[in-house]
């Protein structure tokens, strides 16, 4: 870890799409942030959550930027991440033919101070394929070899000893996204649930009143919220229903997937 990560508490979401108006994307490139909503923050304290964009050289405002653009960033309340897949760091886009093999490197490291190092685990599209325990050390390596059967993200996240609701010791990395023979990457046994998911909520957008009451400063935003809702109705509909056709051309494009490319 001598890599130059340089911290940012301020909380931001970049997304860089790679694909055409009418497929699903073979990657879409998310680089992951963190930061503290003051006042409604929770039990932790402004600023305890970080997110850390990785520099080649000295600090410069517009490398920083463009570094976290790339997705070379993990985001973490205390555990340090170093992640590499065939040498690629992380946000990288690696592309290669099906059977190739992976070869995932990861690191963690926490100050004690913090917290005690739980275990380091490294997700292929949101599932753990890898844990290795820290064993009450500070620092904790893994190393996984898989072969690359379809198009998918690989990320890395450390975990403390503390863990309770709504206060706990994580970091996560961003992924590297593996491309397999320019096919999509989507998980695609959870793909009908997430969209008949995604559609209700869309369609909830259009039917359900805003309950004002709800908002954390109701006092101000009352009238507002509601008046608001009503006039941008009619702006909102078609934006609806284009996302509907999208979430539709998902579910058609499935259909023309056979099963063992599921």
Do not use: C
Request: zero cysteines; proline letters at 8%.
């Amino acid at each position: 870890m001598r890599d130059a990560w340089v911290s940012e508490p301020i909380a931001s979401l970049t997304s860089s799409p790679k694909f055409g108006p009418d497929d699903p994307p073979p990657v879409a490139l998310v680089s992951p942030a963190a930061g503290s909503d003051y006042p409604y923050f929770g039990p932790s304290l402004p600023g305890a959550e970080r997110y850390y964009v990785k520099l080649d050289r000295g600090f410069d405002a517009d490398a920083w930027y463009a570094s976290f653009k790339a997705g070379h960033v993990f985001v973490t309340n205390g555990p340090m991440l170093d992640f590499t897949v065939n040498g690629e760091q992380m946000g990288e886009e690696l592309r290669v033919t099906k059977g190739t093999r992976l070869d995932i490197a990861a690191a963690a490291q926490l100050n004690p101070d913090i917290d005690q190092l739980g275990r380091l685990e490294i997700v292929v599209q949101g599932d753990v394929a890898a844990t290795q325990p820290a064993k009450g050390l500070d620092h904790v390596a893994i190393r996984k070899t898989v072969v690359a059967d379809r198009s998918m993200w690989v990320a890395v996240r450390a975990i403390g000893r503390h863990q309770e609701a709504q206060f706990n010791t994580i970091a996560h990395s961003a992924p590297i996204y593996v491309v397999v023979d320019d096919q999509p990457t989507w998980k695609r046994d959870a793909v009908g649930s997430l969209v008949a998911y995604h559609r209700a909520q869309l369609q909830d957008m259009l039917t359900v009143p805003v309950d004002p009451l709800q908002d954390l400063e109701t006092w101000e935003t009352k009238e507002a919220l509601v008046e608001q809702w009503r006039r941008q109705l009619p702006d909102l509909k078609p934006r609806v229903e284009e996302a509907d056709r999208k979430y539709q051309q998902l579910l058609d494009k499935l259909r023309t997937v056979s099963p063992q490319d599921r």
